[in-house]
C-alpha cells in the first residue's frame, strides 16, 4: 500500500493572529478541518459520503506541536497523511510548512471515531469505511 497524503495550501488572515502578531491556537484546529476536507475531496472519503451511510465522525483527539509561528501574511501548507488501523476510525497525521524555505511550522495528530444518527458510539467498522479501505488497499 502506497501512503495516502493530499497537500492544501492557505494564506494567514488578519482576522487569525493574536495579539502577539501571530496566528492563534484556535485557528490550527480549522487548518487541520480543512486540510481533512482536501484529503476527502481527493480520495472520496469526504463528510458527505459518512452522513449519506447513515454515519457521523467526529474528532476525539487533537494535538498540536507549535514548533515555529505563523504570522499574517504567509502562505503555509498542510501536508496529511492518512495512518492505517484496524479500529473503526480515522486517524491523520499533519505537518505544517512554510514552503517558501520549507521549515516545519507545526505538526498534528487527529483521531476521528464513528457515531451512528442517535449519537451513539459505533464500534464495528462500517461497511462503507471497509469498501474505501479496500479500494485503496489498506487492508
Excluded: C
Aim: aromatic letters at 16%.
Amino acid at each position: 500500500m502506497s501512503e495516502l497524503t493530499a497537500t492544501y495550501s492557505f494564506k494567514i488572515r488578519f482576522s487569525e493572529v493574536d495579539a502577539m502578531r501571530v496566528v492563534w491556537h484556535g485557528a490550527y484546529a480549522k487548518y487541520l478541518e480543512d486540510a481533512r476536507e482536501q484529503f476527502g475531496q481527493k480520495f472520496g472519503l469526504d463528510y458527505n459520503l459518512i452522513a449519506d451511510n447513515g454515519y457521523f465522525a467526529p474528532i476525539v483527539d487533537m494535538s498540536i506541536q507549535y514548533k515555529q509561528p505563523l504570522r499574517y501574511g504567509m502562505q503555509p501548507e498542510i501536508t496529511i497523511v492518512y495512518r492505517p488501523t484496524e479500529s473503526a476510525k480515522i486517524v491523520f497525521d499533519y505537518e505544517i510548512h512554510n514552503p517558501e524555505d520549507g521549515t516545519l511550522m507545526a505538526t498534528a495528530h487527529t483521531v476521528q471515531v464513528f457515531m451512528d444518527t442517535s449519537y451513539q458510539l459505533v464500534w464495528e467498522t462500517p461497511m462503507f469505511y471497509e469498501s474505501w479501505k479496500k479500494r485503496y488497499a489498506i487492508i
